[in-house]
């Protein structure tokens, strides 16, 4: 099986040296553990990011399990002067990512940067689930700016069960979980990394979820603890990355989807928002915000446009109103946009399965 292994690494050929992964030299400690290969993949910076996903469908193509991949920057700072996560600082071993009990996929929905809809398309996505029959939670982790509670119109606080577990709150069939529910809406949340990870930990734990299909996750902006502590702490089953199309919003978004690839988490695609708006009294249609941007993230990354959602008149006003689009109007461009990102979400994470991240 090493020489399979081999051969199917080297049918991946990075652009920048024109050679296949093991030739250039990007594959190191190949072994077969348990019929499964492992392996230490040096990703440099100038080396696209989607050469790690190119090499897992490099082994699904030839019929072998999907590989344990560890994916390190060789041109990185040196081991000696690395920072370790906190808990290996302190001497604790890292905690080891798990399933929840009774819930199937966790999908993180990220950007690489604010205001670009990430909430209104985790809210929306996630009742366009529910629509379809799934079962669905969604935790909303923006720590510092809890929108989902305004967005779905749930104020109230969540009780406590008989086993001492958080009732999640629930609207248009989804059940919700924010830091928006348990603090005061002017409460400035003054928090560092360390209560972030307990919080998201309690959140995916200690939460009455029950039975899901589809647990989402709305990410706060960029690259930070919620993130990291996220994919330490369970098993991803994909990330979705929003972005707009202006090249700016690509280029964070960009960043943000090559944390998701190193540590091993599967990309599902890109939903580009804001794409244009169409005037209802002309037909014309007005790229306000730039065209093509998320096409080209799409591309980049080797992973699929799940939609572009155009802007339309009275979205914010309905989000105020604890109204999403889908509810406020079904018929409308962005929600008929958003159902089929959902369904287009459903398909790619029975594609993907699920990928024990690997951290550095």
Known sequence: ???????????????????????????????????????????????????VRQARQAFKDAGL??????????????????????????GIPAPTPMAVPGIDKVVAISSGKGGVGKSTV?????????????????????????????????????????????????????????IGFLVDRDAPAIWRGPIITKVLQQFLHDVAWGELDYLLVDMPPGTGDAQLSLVQQVMVSGAVIVTTPQEVAVGDALRGARMFDRVNVPLL????????FIDPTTGMRHDLFGEGGGERLAHELGAPLLGQVPLQLGLADAADRGRPIVVEAPGSAAAVMLGEVAERIENRAREVGVALPTLE
């Open 65 to 90: 399990a999907n590989p344990r991949i560890n994916v390190v920057d060789p041109e990185g700072p040196a081991p000696t002067t690395h920072r370790p996560p906190q808990s290996a600082q302190a």
């Open 269 to 276: 695609g890109v939903v580009e928002n804001m794409s244009g």
């Open 1 to 51: 099986m090493l020489d399979a292994a081999r051969a199917a690494l080297d049918n991946v050929v990075n652009p920048r040296t024109g050679k296949g992964l093991v030739e250039s030299g990007m594959i190191h400690d190949l072994r077969v553990e348990e019929d499964t290969a492992a392996f230490t993949f040096h990703l440099r910076k100038q080396d696209p990011a989607t050469l």
């Open 122 to 178: 985790s809210v929306n996505v996630a009742i366009a689930l529910a629509n379809r029959g799934h079962r669905v939670g969604l935790i909303d982790s923006d720590f510092y700016g809890p929108d989902v509670p305004r967005m779905m119109g749930v104020f109230e606080r969540p009780g406590i069960d008989a086993d001492k577990r958080i009732i999640p709150l629930e609207a248009y069939g989804v059940k919700l979980m924010s």
